[in-house]
């Protein structure tokens, strides 16, 4: 009953704090709202189609319009045509209005006719011993293609791009090396209808991610986002709760309730118990902003996974570190404005080393290093467990341990200093 | 007369102070006493309030309530105190019957007996209309009148009053103090009284200590004391006592 009943007044003192609430549950939504509204493009960059591309197409014909039609197939680009000149479009690329430019000489398709032809033709040559042919028809100049990159583009994506490129062009190369050879054969065998040379891919590269439990879900802005600011406002709960704990300690009522039966324990419990349920609560604000607000507003729809006792189980843990670390802070701070400066910026390291605002998948080593120090990594790391590879209780185990013995840590801390203090 | 509190040769030294907040002090507060306990700012009360409280252990000496004594029977000594500290140790955003219920469940009470007994105090103290109305939107007096309601909740023997009519108006006092006369009278509640309201003091209290530096300088009846020093009031006693200089540097 007194249990409840301190459940209750904690309960009455949260929703009468207009401040706390705000704190609590509207910050870390517009935080959502905002970080992956910012992240989703540098999010879908590494993932999806989204580079600017400019051709400028002087040829008009088979060449341009096959390489047209496949990057646009390959769904990598946002294509845009223009006639420019060369100076043009040079200047276009390095002022960064297109990450590549591709310019399409005059008369390609006509030369890479041409060049097919005259290759098939020494090919076929050489069966009916016409060396004299051979030679005289020997042709070493190239059709050139010129590419524009964008003078802040990496290395590595550079190449990427090259690669994708230069793999349409050499199937357009053989598509029009078989047109030819079709076209030398007719020559030979009118007569014959012989059936088309197909040239589709003999060997397939079959890509997915090495996800775990056949999850085959890719991390997206509002699959880190979500859950990382979540956490961030779980444990931003120790700055109103160590408020609660000073206020009480400055104006008398913590000295009253000590001087109660066996009731100051009852109040700690109860304030933990109150702040767990608000910090779940959170989490499940939070997840309904994933799952429902930010899809209306042109983001992926988070996707939770399909274990949720374990996410449950990882919230409460997340939950019970913060509350804990909330109590430290208000028994250790001896005013307001200490506990608010003192959590405050000790949550902020602790998310920005734990790849709450940068993912620890884009961070240096050393920092990956020293990421998994912060309790909040350990719950973004089991977060994205559930939500990314679909791990059970015994992926999950090690993350929810560590958050366990934190809030352990913090309880026993709290009330050693505690009893030192009394008996000082 | 029957003992309630006994206290023996306490002394308390904090680890990293340089003085001894209270120096081998005793005395006795009979069951039945308005006790008041004298002294300068830094004498020593809130610290001998805090171990008769059980807040904090004693570095030497006993204290004893009914005879038992916090580091046996913490529980049930804590059960016979009410305390009312000088702060408003109540909740600014909940009403007047919202802190007293939490504070009343805190002390083991519930139900129909709890609320008529937060009514007829409400009732008595001329609260009962604003009951509903949160402490924040109370003037000064009221949130005393409230704060000392909780402390009388559970029935204790012993009240321990830490200046309880400290920034309030006239009536108010007035209204705190028969209040508490009337549970002295009728209930035999004994009370523990501190506060720098000297005249308030004589008027009030059956019994007077004088404490200055940790140490007891005086004790005894309000009256006898004042004779003894060939005074005319506590109040001459406490500056004959305790001299003129200013404590708190």
Same mark, same amino acid.
């Given at each position: 009953m007194k249990l409840l009943y301190s459940i209750y007044k904690e309960y009455k003192v949260l929703i009468r704090d207009r401040a706390g609430l705000i704190i609590t549950f509207i910050m870390p939504t517009i935080l959502i709202l905002i970080i992956t509204l910012i992240q989703d493009t540098t999010f879908r960059s590494v993932n999806e189609a989204s580079v600017p591309l400019l051709i400028v197409d002087r040829d008009h014909d088979s060449l341009s319009q096959t390489l047209e039609k496949s990057l646009i197939n390959s769904k990598f680009?946002?294509?845009?045509?223009?006639?420019?000149?060369?100076?043009?479009?040079?200047?276009?690329?390095?002022?960064?209005?297109?990450?590549?430019?591709?310019?399409?000489?005059?008369?390609?398709?006509?030369?890479?006719?041409?060049?097919?032809?005259?290759?098939?033709?020494?090919?076929?040559?050489?069966?009916?011993?016409?060396?004299?042919?051979?030679?005289?028809?020997?042709?070493?100049?190239?059709?050139?293609?010129?590419?524009?990159?964008?003078?802040?583009?990496?290395?590595?994506?550079?190449?990427?791009?090259?690669?994708?490129?230069?793999?349409?062009?050499?199937?357009?190369?053989?598509?029009?090396?078989?047109?030819?050879?079709?076209?030398?054969?007719?020559?030979?065998?009118p007569l014959a209808t012989p059936s088309k040379l197909e040239i589709t891919p003999i060997v397939n590269l079959k890509e997915e991610y090495a996800s775990y439990n056949n999850s085959t879900i890719i991390p997206n802005s509002v699959q880190h986002n979500v859950p990382a600011w979540t956490l961030f406002a779980m444990f931003f709960i120790c700055i109103p709760l160590a408020g609660n704990i000073i206020r009480e300690r400055d104006d008398g009522s913590a000295f009253r309730l000590l001087t109660m039966p066996g009731s100051y324990m009852i109040v700690i419990l109860g304030k933990m118990l109150t702040y767990v349920a608000v910090s779940l609560i959170q989490f499940s604000l939070m997840l309904c902003v994933g799952v429902f *607000?930010?899809?209306?507003?042109?983001?992926?729809?988070?996707?939770?996974?399909?274990?949720?006792?374990? *996410?449950?189980?990882?919230?409460?843990?997340?939950?019970?570190?913060?509350?804990?670390?909330?109590?430290?802070?208000?028994?250790?701070?001896?005013?307001?404005?200490?506990?608010?400066?003192?959590?405050?910026?000790?949550?902020?390291?602790?998310?920005?080393?734990?790849?709450?605002?940068?993912?620890?998948?884009?961070?240096?080593?050393?920092?990956?290093?020293?990421?998994?120090?912060?309790?909040?990594?350990?719950?973004?790391?089991?977060?994205?467990?559930?939500?990314?590879?679909?791990?059970?209780?015994?992926?999950i185990f090690p993350q929810v341990a560590k958050l366990l013995g934190f809030f352990a840590i913090c309880l026993g801390s709290a009330y050693l200093y505690q009893k030192y203090k009394r008996l000082r | 007369m029957s003992i309630l509190v006994n206290i023996q040769h306490v002394s308390k030294k904090y680890?990293?102070?340089?003085?001894?907040?209270?120096?081998?002090?005793?005395?006795?507060?009979?069951?039945?006493?308005?006790?008041?306990?004298?002294?300068?700012?830094?004498?020593?009360?809130?610290?001998?309030?805090?171990?008769?409280?059980?807040?904090?252990?004693?570095?030497?000496?006993?204290?004893?309530?009914?005879?038992?004594?916090?580091?046996?029977?913490?529980?049930?000594?804590?059960?016979?105190?009410?305390?009312?500290?000088?702060?408003?140790?109540?909740?600014?955003?909940?009403?007047?019957?919202?802190?007293?219920?939490f504070l009343g469940h805190m002390y083991g009470l519930s139900?129909?007996?709890?609320?008529?007994?937060?009514?007829?105090?409400?009732?008595?103290?001329?609260?009962?209309?604003?009951?509903?109305?949160?402490?924040?939107?109370?003037?000064?007096?009221?949130?005393?009148?409230?704060?000392?309601?909780?402390?009388?909740?559970?029935?204790?023997?012993?009240?321990?009053?830490?200046?309880?009519?400290?920034?309030?108006?006239?009536?108010?006092?007035?209204?705190?103090?028969?209040?508490?006369?009337?549970?002295?009278?009728?209930?035999?509640?004994?009370?523990?009284?501190?506060?720098?309201?000297?005249?308030?003091?004589?008027d009030f209290c059956s019994h007077i200590a004088i404490i200055d530096d940790g140490k007891l300088i005086t004790q005894g009846e309000t009256n006898q004391l004042i004779i003894d020093n060939n005074c005319k009031s506590i109040e001459e006693v406490y500056l004959k006592i305790t001299g003129e200089k200013f404590r708190d540097k």
């Open positions: 680009f946002v294509i845009t045509k223009k006639q420019l000149s060369d100076e043009e479009t040079k200047k276009q690329i390095a002022t960064g209005q297109f990450f590549i430019g591709i310019i399409i000489p005059e008369n390609a398709s006509k030369q890479l006719r041409e060049k097919t032809s005259a290759r098939i033709a020494k090919l076929l040559g050489s069966f009916s011993g016409d060396s004299t042919s051979i030679k005289e028809q020997r042709d070493t100049t190239k059709l050139n293609i010129q590419l524009y990159f964008d003078p802040i583009t990496k290395k590595s994506f550079k190449t990427t791009i090259s690669n994708s490129i230069e793999r349409i062009v050499s199937q357009i190369e053989m598509q029009s090396m078989v047109n030819s050879l079709n076209d030398k054969m007719k020559e030979s065998f *607000l930010l899809p209306m507003l042109g983001m992926p729809q988070l996707n939770i996974g399909n274990n949720l006792p374990v *996410l449950f189980l990882v919230a409460i843990s997340a939950g019970l570190a913060a509350t804990g670390f909330g109590l430290l802070v208000g028994t250790i701070a001896t005013s307001h404005d200490q506990a608010s400066l003192f959590g405050s910026v000790f949550i902020i390291m602790l998310a920005a080393i734990g790849g709450i605002w940068v993912p620890t998948f884009v961070m240096p080593d050393v920092m990956k290093k020293i990421a998994v120090i912060s309790p909040l990594n350990w719950g973004l790391e089991a977060f994205y467990g559930i939500f990314i590879r679909n791990f059970g209780f015994k992926e | 680890k990293d102070a340089s003085r001894v907040a209270v120096n081998d002090l005793s005395l006795t507060i009979n069951k039945g006493d308005v006790f008041g306990l004298l002294g300068p700012n830094g004498a020593g009360k809130t610290t001998f309030i805090s171990m008769l409280c059980g807040l904090f252990p004693t570095s030497s000496g006993e204290i004893y309530i009914n005879g038992q004594t916090h580091k046996t029977h913490s529980k049930e000594c804590k059960q016979v105190i009410g305390v009312v500290p000088q702060e408003i140790a109540l909740y600014p955003k909940l009403t007047a019957w919202e802190n007293l219920m139900g129909g007996s709890l609320k008529e007994k937060i009514k007829e105090n409400l009732r008595i103290l001329g609260l009962e209309e604003n009951m509903h109305q949160k402490i924040v939107s109370y003037s000064g007096g009221m949130k005393r009148r409230v704060n000392l309601i909780a402390g009388l909740l559970h029935n204790p023997q012993l009240l321990i009053l830490d200046e309880p009519t400290v920034g309030v108006d006239v009536q108010s006092k007035q209204a705190i103090i028969e209040h508490l006369k009337d549970l002295n009278k009728k209930n035999g509640m004994t009370i523990l009284y501190t506060s720098h309201h000297l005249e308030e003091a004589e």
